[in-house]
C-alpha cells in the first residue's frame, strides 16, 4: 500500500483494514474511539463542486473508486482538512506534486489533473497530526487556482472516462489480473484475500486503478496512468508495468536463490565434516586436520631448525590446530608452516677441497681469468686450512668478532667475458650446488626482503625462495646485474642487499615473510655487474671486487677453438669431419666481423657460418666444408670493421688524432676531429659532450693558444678563424677528462697542417701548465686499442704500473711511449715537418669527376 505522509509516521490503519475499504464498495461503519464518519459513499462525479479545496500530495496518485489513507502534518493542510469537515460537502480536490522533496509545492509545481475524493473519516492522533481516509470519485483538470492562502483553491472541470467494450478489452482485463497474481506468488507479503478480490473485478476501469494502487511504480507512470482517458490505453500502460515488475523480480528471485544454493551447500558441507569427526572419534581414528598438524610436527623436527625458528613454528602449529578448515587464517598459517620446514636450516654440500681438482675444472671451463681463479683457489685452500685446524680456532673463538665462513665476490667486466658462466664453474670446482637470480630491473625492496604476511598472497623475497628450490644453505649464489637495480620512489632495493651481502650481518638474515632468522653466512655470493658507477657506495664497500677485463685476439682464438665452435657444432648438429675452422678464417671473424671485448657477437658469427654449412650439407651440394677467409666473406657478407686502414684513412687529414675511451663495453677508439673557419676566436663543441669533457677540451684550447709560440704555430691564427671540434658518433653520450691530450695533440695538428701518426693513439688528461695526468681504465683502453690495429700508445707516466695488468702478448706487440707533459705527447703523435709537407702533397685525396644525373620523371 503506496501512502501520502505529509509529516512523521503515526498510528496507521492495519493492511487488512486498508484492503476492505479499498475494494469493497461500501465504507465500513465501525468507528474508533478517537474517529468520526464523515460521508457516504458517493458515486462518480455526483454532487463535485466547480471550486475545490486543493490538498496537495508528495509521492503519491490517488486514483478514483479506491480508498486512501492520509496523514496529515502542516498547518496549512491541517487548515484545509478542519474547513472541509465542518462543511457540507466533505469533498477535496488531491493533486500530486511533480517534485516529491518540496515541502510546500506552489501552483506551478503541482501536476494538472488530479482526484477529487471524498473525507469518509477522520482520526486526530496525540501528536497533533491528522489521519484521513479518503476515497477518489472521479478525475477533474485544474482551470486556474483561486486561492494560495491559507490554503490552495482551484476551479476545476471533471474529465470522463472513455470506456471501450469488446473482446480486446476483456483480453486485456484478464492479462492484467493474471500479471498481477503472478506477481502476488513472487512477493509472500501480499494477501491471499487482496488477490482474490483483484482476481473477482470485473469492470476493467476499477481493475486498472486497484492494481495501479497497489503496484510499485514511478511516481511519473503513475500520474501518466491517471491522466490517460482511454480504458483500453491504460492497460496496455498497466500490461507494460506489470510486465518490467515480473522481470525484475524474476531476477532477484534467481539471485537469492544462486546465494541460498551457496549457503546450503557450505552448510551442508560443514554439518558433514561434523558427522565425520564424530564418526573418527568413535572409531579412534584420526581426522584430516588432526593428521595434518602431526604431520607438521614431524616435519618440523626433522628440519633442525635454530632455536627461535622451532618456537615460532610450534606457536603457529598450536593456532592452526585450533582453527577450523573453513577460517581464512587456516590457509594464511598452513602456506607459513609450509614455507619453514621446506627451507634447507641444516643441510648443506660438502666442499670439494682438492686444490688441484679445483684447478683443472676452472681450467677446463674457462680460458684466462687467472686472478679470478686464484681467489677461488685461495678460498677453498682457507676452508681446507680451517677446517684441518677446526680445534684450534674454537678454542680462540670470539664472541664479538664472528668467524666469517661465506665470501662475498663482485665481478666488474664488459658483456660476454663469462662472467655469469665462470659462477656455475665455481660451483662444479667446489662441488656446490648453483643458483642464479637476476637484479636487472628490481625496483621494490619487497623482492629481497618479502612481504609481510598481513598482505593477501604475500611471499618470501628472492634470496628465500631459491634457497628453498636449491634446497641448500651453503650453495654459489649469484646475483646477476646488480649495476642495474633501480632507485626511485617504489623503493631501493639496493639498501636491501646490504645485509644479504655483508659478513656481518647476514648470519641472522630476517626476511619480513619468514620473521625468523636464517643464516646466509655459509653462502657463497658472487654479484655481477658492467659497470662500477651505479652501484651504491655502501653496497660496493662491502663486496670483494674483481675485475674482468676484455679478451686480447690471441685469446679468442683459443677460446673459439675450445669452447665456441664445438658447442656450435653441436648445436647445429654438425660433426667435427663435416667443418673445420683455419687460423685466417677466425682471424677474419675477429677482426673484420667483431669488435667486442668479449666473444658473445663472435660465437654468433661463428654460429652463422655453422648454420650456412648445415645447409649447404642438408641440400647435398657438399660433405665437409673448410671454413677459409673466403667463405667466411661468402658466408657473413660485407665486413663490418676495417681496421687500421680506417684510422689511417681518418688520421691522414691534420686536425684529427685517435684517443682511447674506456666504455661499459671494454674500450674503444674515438677520433678527434678539428677543423678551423673564417672567424675570430670562436670555439664550438659538437658530439655529445659531458661537462667535464667540455672543460677539457677548453683548457686544451687555452694551454695551446698560451704556448702558441713556443709550439712554432702562427699566433695570428686565433684572431681570424674560428675552430669547431667535434667527436663523432653523436647520439652516444662522452664524458671523462682523459682525452684532454688527444684535443690538445688535434688542436696542434689542425694549426700546424701536421698531420697525427696513423698507428699512435693516446689517452691523458691535461693541464693548463700542460702536465699530463693519470687516468684509469688504462688496461681495457689498451685493449681496445689491440683490436683496432694501433702499434703505438701514448699513456701518461704515471700509468706505468697499469702496463703489468696486460697480457704479455699485448706487451711485446705493443710500444708504449710515456709523457710527462704535451710537448712529449706532441713529438710523438705528430708526423715531422717535412715529412707532414710531403705527405700532405702525395695524399692529397683524389675526387672522382661528378657523375651526371639525369632528372627522371615523377611516379605517382
Known amino acids: 500500500m503506496r501512502e501520502f505522509f505529509d509529516d512523521d509516521d503515526t498510528t496507521e490503519l492495519s493492511l487488512e483494514q486498508m484492503l476492505l475499504r479499498t475494494l469493497t464498495p461500501e465504507i465500513i461503519n465501525k468507528q474508533d474511539a478517537n474517529s468520526e464518519v464523515l460521508g457516504e459513499k458517493e458515486e462518480p462525479g455526483s454532487a463535485i463542486p466547480d471550486v475545490l479545496p486543493i490538498l496537495p500530495l508528495r509521492g503519491l496518485v490517488v486514483y478514483p473508486q479506491v480508498v486512501v489513507p492520509l496523514t496529515i502534518g502542516q498547518q496549512r493542510s491541517i487548515h484545509l482538512v478542519d474547513e472541509v469537515v465542518t462543511g457540507d460537502q466533505k469533498m477535496i480536490g488531491l493533486i500530486t506534486s511533480k517534485n516529491p522533496e518540496l515541502e510546500q509545492p506552489n501552483p506551478e509545481d503541482l501536476y494538472s489533473i488530479g482526484t477529487a475524493a471524498l473525507v469518509h473519516r477522520l482520526f486526530r492522533a496525540p501528536d497533533g497530526t491528522i489521519r484521513l481516509v479518503v476515497q477518489g470519485i472521479a478525475r477533474y483538470r485544474i482551470v486556474e487556482y483561486i486561492q494560495t492562502e491559507p490554503y490552495l483553491k482551484a476551479k476545476v472541470e471533471l474529465i470522463p472516462e472513455t470506456v471501450e467494450e469488446g473482446t480486446e478489452i476483456e483480453a486485456l482485463a484478464r492479462s492484467a489480473r493474471s500479471q498481477f497474481e503472478h506477481i502476488a506468488e513472487m512477493i509472500p507479503s501480499i494477501p491471499r484475500e487482496l488477490v482474490a478480490a483483484v482476481l473477482s473485478l470485473e469492470d476493467p476501469l476499477q481493475i ?499 704556448r702558441a709560440a713556443e709550439l712554432g704555430l702562427d699566433s695570428k691564427f686565433f684572431d681570424k678563424s674560428d675552430i669547431h671540434l667535434h667527436i663523432p658518433a653523436g647520439a652516444q653520450p662522452k664524458d671523462g677528462p682523459s682525452a684532454g691530450v688527444t684535443i690538445a695533440t688535434a688542436l696542434v695538428s689542425l694549426i700546424s697542417q701536421r698531420p697525427v701518426k696513423s698507428e699512435v693513439g693516446m689517452t691523458g688528461e691535461i693541464t693548463l701548465r700542460g702536465q699530463v695526468l693519470p687516468v684509469g681504465g688504462i688496461k681495457e683502453k689498451v685493449l681496445a686499442a689491440h683490436r683496432s690495429g694501433l702499434k703505438t700508445i701514448i699513456l701518461p707516466t704515471k700509468n706505468k704500473p697499469d702496463l703489468d695488468d696486460l697480457p704479455e702478448e699485448v706487451r711485446k706487440e705493443m710500444n708504449f711511449i710515456f709523457a710527462n707533459t704535451i710537448e712529449d705527447v706532441l713529438n710523438a703523435a705528430l708526423e715531422p715537418e717535412k715529412q707532414a709537407k710531403l705527405k700532405l702533397a702525395t695524399e692529397k685525396p683524389k675526387r672522382k669527376p661528378a657523375k651526371k644525373i639525369t632528372p627522371q620523371p615523377a611516379m605517382d
Not at 490505453?233 to 508495468?241: D, F, M, R, S, V
Not at 549457503?263 to 554439518?271: A, L, N, T
Not at 658472487?526 to 685469446?555: C, F, K, Q, W
Not at 657460418?609 to 667463405?631: F, H, L, M, S, Y
Open 208 to 706: 486498472v486503478y486497484t492494481i495501479a494502487n497497489f503496484q510499485r511504480m514511478e511516481l511519473a507512470d503513475a500520474q501518466e496512468l491517471l491522466e490517460i482517458d482511454s480504458v483500453s490505453q491504460k492497460l496496455l500502460k498497466l500490461a507494460g508495468i506489470l510486465a518490467h515488475e515480473i522481470e525484475v523480480l524474476e531476477i532477484g528471485q534467481k539471485i537469492q536463490n544462486e546465494a541460498r544454493t551457496e549457503i546450503e551447500k557450505v552448510q551442508r558441507e560443514y554439518f558433514l565434516r561434523e558427522q565425520l569427526k564424530a564418526i573418527q572419534k568413535e572409531l579412534g581414528e584420526a581426522d584430516e586436520q588432526q593428521a595434518e598438524v602431526e604431520e607438521f610436527r614431524k616435519k618440523i623436527a626433522a628440519a633442525k631448525m635454530p632455536e627461535e625458528a622451532e618456537k615460532q613454528a610450534l606457536q603457529e602449529l598450536d593456532r592452526l590446530s585450533r582453527l577450523p578448515t573453513s577460517a581464512a587464517e587456516y590457509g594464511v598459517i598452513r602456506t607459513y608452516l609450509d614455507w619453514l620446514v621446506s627451507l634447507p636450516w641444516s643441510i648443506t654440500s660438502s666442499d670439494n677441497l682438492d686444490i688441484a681438482h679445483a684447478r683443472q675444472v676452472l681450467d677446463q671451463d674457462h680460458y684466462g681469468l687467472e686472478d679470478v681463479k686464484e681467489r677461488i683457489l685461495e678460498y677453498l685452500a682457507v676452508r681446507k686450512l680451517r677446517l684441518e685446524r677446526s680445534a684450534e680456532i674454537l678454542e680462540e673463538e670470539d664472541s664479538i668478532r664472528r668467524v666469517r665462513e661465506g665470501v662475498i665476490l663482485c665481478f666488474i667486466g664488459p658483456p660476454g667475458v663469462g662472467k655469469t658462466s665462470l659462477g656455475r664453474s665455481i660451483a662444479h670446482a667446489m662441488g656446490r650446488k648453483f643458483i642464479r637470480i637476476s637484479l636487472g630491473g628490481i625496483r621494490d625492496e619487497a623482492e629481497i626482503r618479502g612481504h609481510r604476511r598481513t598482505y593477501i598472497g604475500a611471499l618470501p623475497g628472492r634470496i628465500i625462495q631459491a634457497l628453498r628450490r636449491i634446497e641448500s644453505r651453503n650453495p654459489v649464489f649469484m646475483l646477476d646485474e646488480v649495476d642495474k637495480l633501480v632507485f626511485d620512489f617504489h623503493g631501493d632495493p639496493a639498501s636491501a642487499l646490504l645485509e644479504v651481502l655483508d659478513p656481518e650481518q647476514n648470519q641472522e638474515f630476517r626476511d619480513n615473510y619468514i620473521e625468523v632468522p636464517f643464516d646466509l653466512s655459509q653462502v657463497m655470493f658472487i654479484t655481477t655487474a658492467n659497470t662500477l658507477e651505479t652501484i651504491p657506495g655502501p653496497l660496493l664497500d662491502r663486496m670483494e671486487v674483481i675485475h674482468i677485463s676484455g679478451y686480447t685476439e690471441r685469446e679468442k682464438m683459443a677460446i673459439a677453438r675450445n669452447y665456441l665452435i664445438p658447442r656450435q657444432i653441436k648445436e647445429n648438429g654438425l660433426r667435427e669431419s663435416e667443418i673445420k675452422f683455419t687460423d685466417e678464417a677466425l682471424e677474419k671473424i675477429i677482426r673484420s666481423y667483431t669488435r667486442e671485448a668479449g666473444v658473445r657477437n663472435l660465437e654468433r658469427e661463428i654460429g652463422a657460418v655453422c648454420r650456412k654449412v648445415v645447409t649447404k650439407i642438408a641440400e647435398g651440394k657438399t660433405d665437409q666444408v673448410e671454413v677459409t677467409p673466403e667463405v667466411v666473406k661468402e658466408f657473413l657478407g660485407r665486413e663490418q670493421y676495417f681496421s687500421t686502414e680506417e684510422i689511417a684513412e681518418r688520421t691522414s687529414i691534420p686536425g684529427v688524432a685517435t684517443g682511447l675511451a674506456w666504455t661499459p663495453a671494454g674500450g674503444d677508439i674515438l677520433f678527434i676531429e678539428a677543423t678551423s673557419m673564417p672567424g675570430s676566436k670562436g670555439f664550438q663543441l659538437t658530439g655529445s659532450l659531458g661537462n667535464v669533457m667540455q672543460e677539457s677540451a677548453r683548457a686544451a684550447l687555452s694551454y695551446v693558444r698560451s
